[in-house]
């Protein structure tokens, strides 16, 4: 039982233009979901969150929009650059599992920006 | 300062056999969690370990087991290891329990097992 799917296993985008990743989730729970990125060798690295009391989250190049009717997020990278290639991961949590640290992923996606 | 330090970094394993895996979480962080995450799939969720207390537990057999330690460092063990126990293995600590206190991963431990 997927509840965090990524649709797309790969991406790729010119350098300069935007990048757009999508999460889907089934789990109308979810109340707190982050984005992470993962390079080769090295473990994944907090990128951006949102609250399900918001629609929009910006952070630098960075920002995810939710869509709570549609259990939807999307992280926007704007302008995507070289050092973005890395596997992107969708992650979720619930509320009421905040003390266990229960996270639920995505099966990624692998983003490739071309100079 | 350091990261959150997993040893060690690659291991090969015969089926059957035991393994035990360690995890040093940041200097002050007291919540460690492990993950499992095998081959094109996102981590998934093995323990949480707070204040030396578990804390939630995902869906794996018995025979994944942890502990914490008064240092708040971190052993995995996995008893009877299967072919499908190849994977790496994710641990991240944090400053407290709770999702809203970002996980700092460190860079896994690869586990194959032959």
């Known amino acids: 039982d997927q509840q965090v799917k990524q649709n797309s296993p790969s991406l790729s985008v010119q350098e300069g233009r935007i990048s757009i990743l999508n999460c889907d989730y089934t789990?109308?729970?979810?109340?707190?979901f982050l984005w992470y990125k993962k390079y080769p060798a090295e473990g994944p690295t907090f990128l951006i969150s949102i609250s399900s009391i918001k629609d929009k989250n910006e952070d630098g190049r960075f920002t995810v929009f939710l869509n709570k009717s549609a259990k939807h997020l999307s992280l926007h990278i704007v302008p995507s650059q070289p050092g973005d290639s890395a596997v992107y991961f969708c992650?979720?949590?619930?509320?009421?599992?905040?003390?266990?640290?229960?996270?639920?992923f995505g099966q990624g996606t692998t983003l490739q920006v071309k100079p | 300062d350091a990261g959150v330090t997993q040893s060690p970094t690659h291991l090969i394993k015969t089926r059957g056999q035991q393994v035990t895996l360690r995890c040093s979480p940041i200097?002050?962080?007291?919540?460690v969690s492990w993950y499992q995450q095998v081959l094109g799939q996102g981590p998934q969720f093995i323990f949480q370990y707070y204040e030396k207390e578990e804390r939630g537990r995902g869906n794996f057999p018995d025979r994944f087991s942890a502990r914490q330690f008064p240092n708040y460092s971190s052993e995995l063990n996995v008893n009877a290891l299967l072919l499908g126990d190849s994977a790496l293995y994710l641990c991240?600590?944090?400053?407290?329990?709770?999702?809203?206190?970002?996980?700092?991963f460190g860079s896994g431990t690869r586990l194959t097992v032959v």
């Open positions: 991240a600590s944090s400053s407290r329990t709770g999702k809203l206190y970002g996980y700092t």
């Open positions: 789990n109308s729970m979810f109340d707190y």
């Open positions: 200097s002050g962080h007291k919540s």
């Open positions: 992650a979720a949590s619930i509320s009421e599992s905040s003390n266990t640290g229960k996270l639920i």
